[in-house]
């Protein structure tokens, strides 16, 4: 069955840099678009960088510039290299894979992300 599990979070200092991962199995992965979404203390989930199976890419306005997402479907695998961290990008962050042909989504548990001095 699918599964999703996110690693890589942590506490990191402002400005500092961090790398997310999140390992896919039970899919065929290569085809479906996966994504980074986020959920703060008090706010709704948003989308953070989402990555199809072509390699086109979106980020929200708070992260481009910042944070690269990236896949290995080779490793059935997508990251989410973040730089320049600040308190704000401070979430839950979680991993999601969009099935292209349907309204099928999956999600993994989260990681958490905490940017702090």
């Known amino acids: 069955q699918l599964q999703l599990v996110e690693s890589g979070g942590g506490l990191v200092q402002p400005g500092g840099s961090l790398k997310l991962s999140c390992a896919a199995s039970g899919i065929r992965f290569s085809i479906y678009a996966m994504g980074w979404y986020r959920q703060a203390p008090g706010k709704e989930r948003e989308l953070v960088a989402r990555?199809?199976?072509?390699?086109?890419?979106n980020y929200a306005d708070s992260v481009k510039g910042r944070f690269t997402i990236s896949r290995d479907n080779a490793k059935n695998t997508v990251y989410l290299q973040m730089n320049s961290l600040n308190p704000e990008d401070t979430a839950v962050y979680y991993c999601n894979a969009d099935y292209p042909f349907g309204h099928i989504s999956y999600w993994g548990q989260g990681t958490q992300l905490t940017v702090s001095a």
């Open positions: 990555i199809t199976g072509g390699g086109s890419t």
